[in-house]
């Protein structure tokens, strides 16, 4: 294979196995140069072409018209490795976002996935709500744990927090924690019909997330007093 | 034919293996997330209600390919949306890119968004999907040869995108 038709071959198929090909990478220091620099141009196109996909994308998908009941049948183990695996893609997808306010992080957050998570609650526990507030140093009191219908990972503005949906009386309600996070406290923010509460806790910040029409501020003390460090729990 | 058990695992299968894969071919297609997603859904939908039409497992990728590729056509046949700045999006966790390989990712975000379908699409087969060239032409229906230029003249065009912005020397590295 003369040069020219090596080039050419790079330019249209760089990964090629074709075995006259690979033989040829070799040919000479100008196939190897020309191949080398092929190779970064290709690691370089990947990453541009790699944009990040949205945490519910699949999650969606299950939950398409004329699945939605045979999915709601579906063992408890599907529906957690669903929560499991929406909450790693959230994680990349959102990594490096920043948000301006955490009101600005409610409303895309909750716009983003509140619901869906809500939908995937519904289906089933998941998620083991020590195992996941641990993960940054902290305890769920009794009679939070309790409460915690599901509990993953999910972006925060510092990174990586988490989300919360609790069995409550009045219906399930979503808490995110998010680790590092200064906010006023009782902080109310009303958005899409709803409203959120802002709670000051010790290491960071949690935000109570009401259903339509119904406030928050009565899961207060339970989010505020049970989300406590390892070394608090009483 | 399949029971309903088996039905929905495959479903599932195949909603875990390639829908993403499928969500970013669809996002670089139209450029705007909302439609990707209607486009990866429908494409989805369709694949669920013919679910027993496809006969080789092996053959999934270039089925729901098909699928997503008409549909796009049905819902831009009259009108084809300006690619948006997909730069705004965030770079995936790992590998944490340096600034000079983030200009060069962002020029190259630019200049893909910029190719001609004719050239983004047989790149998107390629690269997203790992297409080879005559499965390129075979879902195109032309030839590989015409694939093969096609693939060439796309990294040229790319190529000179990098250049013309004359950015770091890591970009005049690439060639």
């Not at chain 2, 990866?40 to 369709?46: A, I, N, Y």
């Amino acid at each position: 294979m003369d040069f020219t038709e090596f080039k050419r071959k790079l330019g249209a198929e760089p990964r090629s196995s074709d075995p006259e090909f690979l033989a040829a990478r070799n040919a000479s220091a100008e196939h190897r140069e020309a191949a080398a620099a092929a190779e970064r141009f290709e690691e370089r196109l990947e990453q541009a072409l790699d944009i990040p996909v949205p945490s519910d994308l699949a999650a969606g998908l299950l939950d398409a018209p004329g699945r939605r009941q045979r999915r709601r049948r579906w063992p408890l183990a599907l529906a957690a490795s669903l929560v499991v695996a929406v909450g790693a893609a959230g994680l990349v997808y959102r990594s490096s976002h920043s948000w301006e306010s955490v009101e600005a992080y409610v409303l895309d957050h909750y716009r983003h996935d509140g619901a869906k998570v809500l939908e995937l609650a519904a289906d089933g526990p998941a998620g083991d709500v020590q195992e996941v507030l641990g993960a940054f140093g902290l305890q769920a009191e009794p009679v939070l744990a309790g409460m915690v219908r599901l509990v993953k990972f999910c972006p925060a503005p510092g990174g990586k927090g988490a989300h919360m949906v609790l069995d409550t009386e009045s219906g399930p309600v979503t808490v995110f924690y998010l680790p590092g996070t200064r906010v006023n406290d009782r902080q109310m923010i009303d958005f899409d019909g709803r409203q959120a509460m802002l709670v000051s806790l010790e290491h960071g910040a949690a935000v109570i997330v009401g259903g339509t029409g119904r406030s928050p501020a009565a899961y207060y003390t339970v989010v505020h007093d049970a989300i406590v460090p390892f070394d608090r729990r009483s | 034919m399949l029971s309903e058990i088996q039905r929905i695992k495959r479903f599932e299968v195949l909603a875990r293996e390639y829908s993403a894969d499928l969500f970013r071919y669809a996002m670089w297609m139209c450029g705007n997330e909302a439609l990707a997603r209607d486009l990866v859904q429908e494409t989805f939908l369709r694949a669920w209600k013919a679910l027993h039409r496809l006969q080789d497992e092996k053959a999934a990728k270039s089925w729901l390919i098909t699928i997503l590729r008409r549909e796009y056509a049905r819902t831009f046949e009259r009108k084809v949306p300006p690619i948006a700045n997909l730069d705004t999006v965030s770079e995936p966790e790992s590998g944490e890119p340096g600034p000079d390989e983030q200009a060069e990712v962002s020029l190259l975000r630019a200049g893909i968004a910029s190719l001609e379908e004719k050239y983004r699409e047989p790149l998107l087969m390629q690269v997203v999907m790992g297409y080879s060239c005559q499965e390129i032409a075979d879902e195109l229906g032309i030839s590989k040869n015409a694939v093969m230029t096609q693939l060439f003249r796309a990294r040229q065009q790319l190529k000179e995108k990098l250049g013309k912005d004359g950015t770091t020397g890591n970009v005049h590295g690439l060639y």
